[in-house]
């Protein structure tokens, strides 16, 4: 097909989202690697998806961006300057990169600010009310091209959704498809309506005095009437709303119950069972990149590991150790943390030299958040978390086994985990997040334990199963949409936290006694033979999303 021919028929999508694995600096979370991997999955389905984003004062420098000109708005009853970049796509012709600035996006090379407890998102809300200005301004003036559809992610776009509903000036918009793409019910972005520097009314004081009681009831938080809430605004006022895996799209219709441990709609369970009844509610699973060579059929480094080539070893500590070393020219002190794993890993070194290191790997990566920690640090009557029992039970079947763990978070987490890190020698806690490090830990590992309390979709477990590593995952959302039980991996289930934690322990007694044997090579060998493409969910989103027949 001929570059013009090419140009005729391709639709376009403007993707609005906080975060773009495609740029250097601009990843967090999930998201970010839908954002980066989508495009090419929908390129060859004729859809060119531009992406649009805050520039956080370096991305539009750091991509060498074209200037398409400034923005005014008005925000906080005042105008308000902002610049609109254009770069190219790194892969894909014709795929634009739109990025935003402003001061305010600035927060010194970061991309969302940790609220204080009593004002929780107050920064990045304010920051995201005005990138979502921005792109109604850009749209509205033609200073980027209309899209043939809107695509909204996640909370930081529900100020997108209210102006291209409510806002007069903006109101050209409503003729754009525009769906919403929800990657973490959990996370909403409330603020309060009114009577806050960082609300409603403060950043759009005029439009908010023109909002009846039908409109403000579209935009408010069921929980807390006198707050208003970004994602649900975004579910309401959207015409079609995509939840990242056909479970977690089913789970978010039943209300949270903590009690039984089930994390559900988190208050919007009404709104999404309406877009249900209206046909407006769709499923559909992430998928993840598979690189296009074959394997050598060379002994694994697990393989090697478990065998007992304990100098297979090395390269992990090596990561490891360039990891926390790079963490640490960035600070003039030496974490406590830092300095255990430190500790840590010297010993291994020095095991693996008498070929006496760790020969059965379980391994963990991810935010050290209560949605993926609850079970793990959930303590019995006894006062003794889940983890330490796993450890406990490492120990009994392979005293040489190690658990390694690589994540932030929440502080409370991390000092469980450093603390237990101290009193148990198979506790290996590296406090942060490399990609080199978690390749190598996906890699290695026998078996990667993820016991999400829920999850929307999950990369984690399908990158361990792509390296051939089997999963242990709680049976939820896309956990239980990519782990087959006994056959790629392995699923437990409770309805509560006390019995997910049971549930946990008793799935990993009985795997434990099956690694190494002749049985579990076949569990390695099917998972990392199972594919999640994300060809298969671009042609789900054309049909199911963007409503456009099958390329």
């Known amino acids: 097909m001929s570059k013009p021919q090419q140009e005729k028929v391709m639709k376009r999508v403007l993707m609005v989202a906080a975060e773009n694995g495609a740029l250097k600096g601009a990843k967090v979370g999930g998201m970010a690697d839908v954002i980066r991997d989508l495009p090419g999955a929908l390129y060859s389905q004729g859809v060119c998806s531009d992406v649009i984003m805050p520039s956080?004062?370096?991305?539009?420098?750091?991509?060498?961006?074209?200037?398409?000109?400034?923005?005014?708005?008005?925000?906080?009853?005042?105008?308000?300057?902002?610049?609109?970049?254009?770069?190219?796509?790194?892969?894909?012709?014709?795929?634009?990169?739109?990025?935003?600035?402003?001061?305010?996006?600035?927060?010194?090379?970061?991309?969302?600010?940790?609220?204080?407890?009593?004002?929780?998102?107050?920064?990045?809300?304010?920051?995201?009310?005005?990138?979502?200005?921005?792109?109604?301004?850009?749209?509205?003036?033609?200073?980027?091209?209309?899209?043939?559809?809107?695509?909204?992610?996640?909370?930081?776009?529900?100020?997108?959704?209210?102006?291209?509903?409510?806002?007069?000036?903006?109101?050209?918009?409503?003729?754009?498809?525009?769906?919403?793409?929800?990657?973490?019910?959990?996370?909403?972005?409330?603020?309060?309506?009114?009577?806050?520097?960082?609300?409603?009314?403060?950043?759009?004081?005029?439009?908010?005095?023109?909002?009846?009681?039908?409109?403000?009831?579209?935009?408010?938080?069921?929980?807390?009437?006198?707050?208003?809430?970004?994602?649900?605004?975004?579910?309401?006022?959207?015409?079609?709303?995509?939840?990242?895996?056909?479970?977690?799209?089913?789970?978010?219709?039943?209300?949270?119950?903590?009690?039984?441990?089930?994390?559900?709609?988190?208050?919007?369970?009404?709104?999404?069972?309406?877009?249900?009844?209206?046909?407006?509610?769709?499923?559909?699973?992430?998928?993840?990149?598979?690189?296009?060579?074959?394997?050598?059929?060379?002994?694994?480094?697990?393989?090697?590991?478990?065998?007992?080539?304990?100098?297979?070893?090395?390269?992990?500590?090596?990561?490891?150790?360039?990891?926390?070393?790079?963490?640490?020219?960035?600070?003039?002190?030496?974490?406590?943390?830092?300095?255990?794993?430190?500790?840590?890993?010297?010993?291994?070194?020095?095991?693996?030299?008498?070929?006496?290191?760790?020969?059965?790997?379980?391994?963990?990566?991810?935010?050290l958040t209560d949605q993926k920690m609850a079970i793990l640090c959930y303590r019995d009557e006894q006062g003794v978390s889940t983890l330490e029992h796993l450890l406990k039970m490492l120990a009994e079947h392979a005293p040489s086994g190690l658990m390694a763990i690589l994540g932030s978070g929440e502080d409370a987490i991390e000092t469980q985990l450093m603390q237990l890190a101290g009193r148990y020698h198979n506790l290996l806690f590296i406090n942060g997040f490399d990609l080199p490090l978690s390749d190598a830990l996906y890699e290695c590992g026998n078996l990667f334990i993820m016991p999400s309390s829920f999850e929307p979709c999950g990369i984690s477990q399908m990158l361990a199963m792509r390296a051939g590593q089997p999963c242990m995952v709680h049976g939820v959302g896309g956990l239980k949409d990519t782990v087959s039980h006994g056959e790629d991996g392995f699923v437990f289930y409770g309805d509560s936290l006390a019995e997910q934690s049971a549930a946990l322990l008793q799935t990993l007694a009985q795997t434990l006694p099956l690694i190494g044997k002749e049985e579990w090579q076949q569990v390695c060998d099917n998972a990392s033979h199972k594919r999640f493409s994300w060809e298969a969910s671009a042609k789900a989103y054309c049909q199911q999303l963007y409503k456009l027949s099958a390329h």
């Not at 014709?94 to 940790?114: A, M, S």
């Not at 000036?169 to 806050?196: D, F, M, W």
């Not at 039984?260 to 499923?283: M, P, R």
């Open 56 to 367: 956080y004062g370096f991305l539009h420098r750091q991509q060498v961006a074209e200037s398409l000109g400034e923005l005014v708005v008005d925000f906080y009853g005042q105008p308000h300057w902002l610049s609109l970049y254009r770069a190219a796509h790194p892969s894909l012709p014709e795929v634009n990169l739109y990025l935003i600035d402003h001061p305010l996006f600035d927060q010194g090379g970061k991309i969302y600010t940790p609220g204080a407890s009593e004002r929780p998102f107050a920064e990045d809300a304010n920051k995201f009310a005005l990138f979502c200005l921005g792109v109604a301004k850009a749209l509205a003036s033609g200073l980027m091209p209309r899209p043939d559809h809107l695509h909204l992610h996640d909370w930081h776009c529900g100020v997108l959704a209210l102006l291209r509903a409510f806002a007069p000036e903006y109101g050209a918009l409503k003729a754009i498809p525009c769906v919403l793409s929800i990657h973490n019910l959990a996370i909403q972005g409330t603020r309060p309506l009114s009577q806050e520097h960082s609300s409603l009314q403060a950043w759009l004081p005029g439009l908010f005095a023109t909002l009846d009681d039908d409109e403000l009831a579209k935009v408010t938080d069921p929980r807390y009437p006198q707050c208003f809430n970004p994602l649900r605004a975004a579910i309401v006022l959207s015409d079609r709303v995509h939840l990242v895996s056909p479970s977690y799209a089913q789970e978010v219709l039943r209300p949270s119950a903590p009690e039984l441990g089930f994390v559900g709609g988190e208050g919007l369970e009404a709104d999404l069972q309406l877009k249900q009844q209206a046909g407006a509610l769709h499923g559909i699973l992430n998928g993840c990149e598979y690189p296009s060579h074959k394997g050598s059929g060379q002994l694994s480094k697990r393989q090697a590991l478990f065998r007992g080539s304990t100098d297979k070893l090395t390269p992990l500590i090596d990561s490891a150790e360039q990891a926390i070393g790079g963490w640490l020219c960035q600070t003039p002190w030496v974490r406590s943390v830092d300095q255990q794993a430190l500790m840590t890993l010297a010993r291994l070194r020095r095991q693996s030299e008498f070929q006496d290191a760790p020969r059965l790997l379980l391994t963990s990566v991810g935010r």
